[in-house]
């Protein structure tokens, strides 16, 4: 029988009553919408007098600290920290996305899932799920509320900046009504969405604006210019002291040039080549990295592949050749 998402109400109610104590985890490589998910449901439990750890298996970007609790956010899950009640997957499409997290999340009493990535699935025991939603953010200003919570600015301000990212600061298709009703709400409980903006798309580190530079020194094209390609190596995150979530977005370098309807970023890491796609609508990106092991929306999905990085590229670009009808 095929699994179904849970209601946002019994799933928030679980979330109340599964125990005092409680892991959050993040995807790694993680992004605006992973950890303001994750930080603000933390505030918010914290509120309920739970006690509330974060986790992700890569570091919390540079451009992420200032979140209230980034500081707290830990890459290692000690044996005593997985003796949890209740862990909780935050826009975690699948589950080996939590890299060397993934046991202790699955060591948990009661595993949840919160997520809006329609390829989700449904790998926890309860399972808030809606695929296709702007940002992860949205479904847990949802919970927040169901939970009685008040928000307030940090919580807001967490908020608020997920669904900026996820949805290209409300530029992208998938920033819905309901996205933009829940972000003036936000704002209205004190985030300052002039602030986010400066921090997120105005103002960038040196060491960012190096990796953008080796980034699009390397872009190259296919099917004509219909396709852009980007890669990024490990000494290249060496070199310029990045963490590889610091690269989130860059593939959008690509996809943004006139004429260019697929685009994909290749970054070499310790376990494979970690591949970013994105697609102009009506172009699709998600099955592709279905395929190859991985999941995501539409026109933003990704994948991890074992092989060796010019392999990857000729993976990728031959699935997308054929989908523009190349040979």
Same mark, same amino acid.
């Given at each position: 029988?095929?699994?179904?998402?849970?209601?946002?109400?019994?799933?928030?109610?679980?979330?109340?009553?599964?125990?005092?104590?409680?892991?959050? *985890?993040?995807?790694?490589?993680?992004?605006?919408?992973?950890?303001?998910?994750?930080?603000?449901?933390?505030?918010?439990?914290?509120?309920?007098?739970?006690?509330?750890?974060? *986790?992700?298996?890569?570091?919390?970007?540079?451009?992420?600290?200032?979140?209230?609790?980034?500081?707290?956010?830990?890459?290692?899950?000690?044996?005593?920290?997985?003796?949890?009640?209740?862990? +909780?997957?935050?826009?975690?499409?699948?589950?080996?996305?939590?890299? +060397?997290?993934?046991?202790?999340?699955?060591?948990?009493?009661?595993? /949840?899932?919160?997520?809006?990535?329609?390829?989700?699935?449904?790998?926890?025991?309860?399972?808030?799920?809606?695929?296709?939603?702007?940002?992860?953010?949205?479904?847990?200003?949802?919970?927040?509320?169901?939970?009685?919570?008040?928000?307030?600015?940090?919580?807001?301000?967490?908020?608020?900046l997920g669904m900026s990212t996820d949805t290209g600061h409300f530029r992208y298709a998938n920033t819905s009504a309901q996205t933009l009703q829940a972000a003036a709400e936000l704002m209205?409980?004190?985030?300052?969405?002039?602030?986010?903006?400066?921090?997120?798309?105005?103002?960038?580190?040196?060491?960012?604006?190096?990796?953008?530079?080796?980034?699009?020194?390397?872009?190259?094209?296919?099917?004509?210019?219909?396709?852009?390609?980007?890669?990024?190596?490990?000494?290249?995150?060496?070199?310029?002291?990045?963490?590889?979530?610091?690269?989130?977005?860059?593939?959008?370098?690509?996809?943004?040039?006139?004429?260019?309807?697929?685009?994909?970023?290749?970054?070499?890491?310790?376990?494979?080549?970690?591949?970013?796609?994105?697609? /102009?609508?009506?172009?699709?990106?998600?099955?592709?990295?279905?395929?190859?092991?991985?999941?995501?929306?539409?026109?933003?999905?990704?994948?991890?592949?074992? /092989?060796?990085?010019?392999?990857?590229?000729?993976?990728?670009?031959?699935?997308?050749?054929?989908?523009?009808?190349?040979?």
């Amino acid at each position: 029988m095929e699994r179904k998402s849970d209601s946002l109400h019994v799933w928030a109610e679980a979330l109340c009553s599964s125990g005092d104590r409680i892991s959050l *985890f993040s995807h790694k490589s993680p992004d605006g919408d992973t950890l303001g998910a994750a930080l603000a449901l933390r505030l918010a439990l914290q509120s309920l007098g739970k006690t509330v750890s974060v *986790f992700c298996a890569d570091p919390v970007p540079q451009s992420l600290c200032f979140l209230k609790g980034a500081q707290t956010v830990q890459t290692v899950c000690a044996s005593e920290a997985q003796k949890t009640c209740l862990t +909780v997957a935050v826009d975690v499409s699948s589950p080996e996305l939590m890299g +060397v997290l993934l046991p202790a999340f699955e060591s948990g009493e009661k595993r /949840m899932v919160i997520d809006h990535h329609a390829t989700n699935p449904l790998f926890g025991d309860l399972n808030y799920v809606r695929g296709g939603e702007s940002s992860c953010c949205l479904l847990a200003f949802e919970v927040i509320r169901e939970l009685g919570v008040a928000v307030d600015a940090d919580m807001a301000t967490c908020l608020l900046l997920g669904m900026s990212t996820d949805t290209g600061h409300f530029r992208y298709a998938n920033t819905s009504a309901q996205t933009l009703q829940a972000a003036a709400e936000l704002m209205g409980c004190g985030a300052d969405i002039a602030d986010i903006s400066s921090r997120m798309y105005r103002m960038q580190p040196l060491k960012k604006i190096e990796l953008t530079r080796i980034a699009l020194n390397s872009l190259h094209f296919g099917a004509g210019h219909r396709i852009g390609i980007i890669w990024l190596r490990k000494e290249d995150y060496e070199r310029t002291g990045c963490t590889y979530g610091e690269a989130d977005g860059l593939v959008n370098l690509a996809l943004e040039i006139e004429g260019v309807r697929m685009a994909f970023l290749l970054s070499e890491r310790d376990d494979g080549i970690k591949a970013s796609l994105r697609a /102009m609508e009506p172009d699709t990106v998600n099955d592709i990295a279905y395929a190859l092991g991985g999941g995501g929306h539409a026109q933003a999905a990704g994948c991890t592949l074992k /092989m060796p990085i010019e392999k990857a590229e000729a993976e990728i670009l031959s699935r997308m050749l054929n989908k523009l009808g190349e040979e």
